[in-house]
């Protein structure tokens, strides 16, 4: 055997022994499991909304990040149900009579909660979910969610009739919303 060759042989048998270390250690990640999901969707408003959203994450893996992992279903149908609900309400601003300022004034200041206030927390929440930071995604979802809750007040001093498809709307962005919290209190 040459002097060459020596190192060489030496060279490969360490890749091979590095690449099946790697790939014993990929084996091992951890996976997203039933059981988490039913202890996350437990502490969620809505169980069963929360179980839908989490059930194609099954045997996923959690690595790098598992707030990511879990929460970003989760942080995509918040942006879509804010938005969504934003418009909802910026159309029933648009079809309310001009007479009625005080109803007018109400569905306004909802919808620039919305616009304004609650997009801006969700994209902030968005990005530190993508660095793992559970704590500011929890505090940014948290005023998002205070701020709907002042949408709410507001358009319950109205007939109730002429916008319960807004109050609806509301409360089906706080169950998506208590799903992302939920999952911020049970990864590390």
């Known amino acids: 055997m040459s002097t060459f060759s020596r190192p060489l ?90 007479d009625k300022y005080t109803i007018r004034l109400r569905y306004h200041i909802c919808f620039t909660i919305y616009a304004l206030d609650v997009m801006n927390q969700l994209t902030k929440a968005k990005e530190h979910m993508s660095a793992g930071a559970a704590k500011s995604v929890k505090k940014c979802i948290s005023v998002a969610v205070k701020g709907v809750n002042s949408c709410k007040k507001g358009l319950m001093k109205e007939p109730y009739e002429q916008s319960r498809v807004v109050m609806e709307a509301n409360d089906v962005f706080k169950d998506v919303c208590s799903i992302i919290l939920a999952i911020c209190n049970k990864v590390p």
Not at 53 to 66: F, I, M, Q, R, T
Not at 71 to 93: C, E, F, P, R, V
Request: charged share 15%; proline share 3%.
């Open 9 to 98: 042989s030496f060279f490969i048998f360490l890749i091979l022994l590095t690449s099946s270390n790697t790939l014993s250690q990929s084996t091992n990640a951890r996976l997203i499991t039933k059981k988490l999901f039913h202890k996350i969707c437990s502490k969620a408003r809505n169980p069963s909304l929360c179980l839908n959203n989490l059930k194609p994450l099954e045997a996923k893996s959690v690595v790098p990040n598992s707030i990511t992992a879990l929460g970003l279903n989760s942080m995509n149908m918040a942006l879509h149900q804010a938005k969504t609900t934003a418009d909802l309400i910026w159309q029933h601003y648009r079809d309310t009579d001009v």
